[in-house]
């Protein structure tokens, strides 16, 4: 480090931060861990990131190899039946349409709750509003995001009693900055035993013109098991030709989204980027979304030119970790902004030519370290750990100093 700290000062910032009379070690050190210090990607929610950048359910799965059985999964939920928005604005049948959420302050009053399935569900009380919004549909879940601890509360069956307590059929609490998955074949407020917010079409995203994470799903028949990252089926149904719980489908790569309006293609584009998780027993090819006023119903309702044929049964299970994690690894670190793409010139899974120039010399020590951000950021520190102490921090980038 010490060879390296004056070289990084004269060839990072040369007179700047780091300049003469500026720059004492400790001081550099407290710029390195600001440097160093992830900047979320995730989708938020009134600020509160949902789940980290390295969650499965923030990942692309475009590239991943097909599921063995996908045919005849896609046969199974049937190819001629059409996607569906399960969401829009106003009402159907006297209640708003699709799952509601709603955010309370940390300071929100908790009320007991009691679960039917009490011994699959984290026990109460829950910062539940007496003017919760309740799915309108026979599920009637309730999601609630405590935004001051970062902490998502979900409730299935949820039902009010007259002295302001709730009963509800299953309740699962997640801490929305870890990727720890529930206990392995607990249920969750969804049959899949995970979370149903992050897989939510949302008003808010599609106007922004991307969804950056994977959707939620329903299908008639699911197979009696679960695929990472679930927790649980809910079937008695055993032939390989029923996809189980946790499921990750996709839009095909080749399907034409032209003739769609920007909403739709907005989704649909998400559906091929990120795909969408099978989570319950439900209507075919039945796509979740929270209900917003804003939403136009019409054109919603394009989505059923879609074919369940158009859709493929992805196998992610190259990007798991644990089993008992939701953290997904990447397959390779992408390019630095300007530059190629990295490359790792011995395989071993490192990779030392940063700017992917095809020489290894100290503009690839500068450019690392000028984004440790985004290494942090992207999930890439696997490929960047030179010391081999499963950390990416400042010492891996004196060890491809010490290596040129
Ligand atoms: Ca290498
Ligand atoms: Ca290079
Ligand atoms: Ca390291």
Redesign the pocket.
């Known amino acids: 480090m010490a060879t390296l700290v004056p070289a990084l000062r004269e060839r990072v910032t040369p007179g700047g931060l780091f300049g003469p009379g500026a720059c004492c070690a400790p001081l550099f050190l407290l710029l390195l861990v600001a440097v160093l210090t992830p900047v979320s990607a995730a989708p938020t929610i009134d600020g509160v990131s949902l789940f980290p950048d390295s969650s499965i359910w923030n990942k692309p799965i475009d590239h991943l190899p097909l599921a063995i059985d996908s045919a005849s999964y896609t046969a199974t939920i049937g190819a001629a039946k059409t996607l569906r928005a399960d969401f829009g604005s106003g009402t159907w049948d006297g209640g708003p349409i699709g799952i509601p959420f709603t955010t309370v302050p940390g300071g929100q009053p908790k009320v007991p709750i009691e679960f039917e399935y009490a011994d699959e569900s984290d026990p109460g009380p829950y910062p539940i509003p007496l003017d919760a919004p309740r799915e309108w549909g026979s599920d009637h879940h309730i999601l609630v995001i405590d935004r001051d601890h970062a902490l998502l509360y979900e409730v299935y069956a949820a039902e009010q009693q007259a002295d302001g307590h709730w009963h509800a059929g299953s309740g699962a609490v997640f801490n929305l900055g870890s990727n720890a998955l529930r206990s392995s074949s607990w249920t969750s407020a969804d049959a899949a035993g995970l979370p149903i917010l992050p897989g939510l079409v949302r008003y808010e995203e599609v106007a922004s013109g991307e969804i950056a994470h994977a959707l939620r799903f329903t299908a008639p028949e699911t197979r009696r098991a679960f695929v990472w990252p679930a927790r649980h089926f809910a079937s008695s149904l055993t032939a390989s030709r029923y996809p189980a719980m946790g499921q990750r489908f996709r839009l095909k790569a080749d399907y034409d989204l032209s003739g769609f309006s920007p909403e739709c293609r907005t989704i649909l584009q998400a559906l091929k980027t990120y795909g969408m998780v099978l989570a319950d027993n439900g209507s075919p090819w039945f796509l979740s979304g929270a209900p917003d006023p804003r939403w136009d119903n019409d054109r919603l309702r394009e989505l059923q030119r879609v074919p369940g044929s158009a859709f493929e049964a992805v196998d992610v299970s190259s990007l798991m970790v644990d089993p008992d994690s939701g953290e997904a690894r990447s397959a390779a670190p992408g390019p630095f902004p300007g530059y190629s793409s990295p490359c790792d010139r011995d395989r071993d899974g490192l990779y030392e030519d940063v700017n992917g120039n095809g020489r290894l010399d100290f503009a690839d020590v500068v450019l690392l370290f000028n984004h440790a951000d985004l290494v942090a950021r992207s999930g890439w520190e696997s490929f960047y750990?030179?010391?081999h102490?499963r950390?990416?921090?400042f010492?891996?980038i004196v060890a491809l100093f010490g290596g040129l």
């Open positions: 750990d030179f010391n102490n950390r990416f921090d010492a891996d």
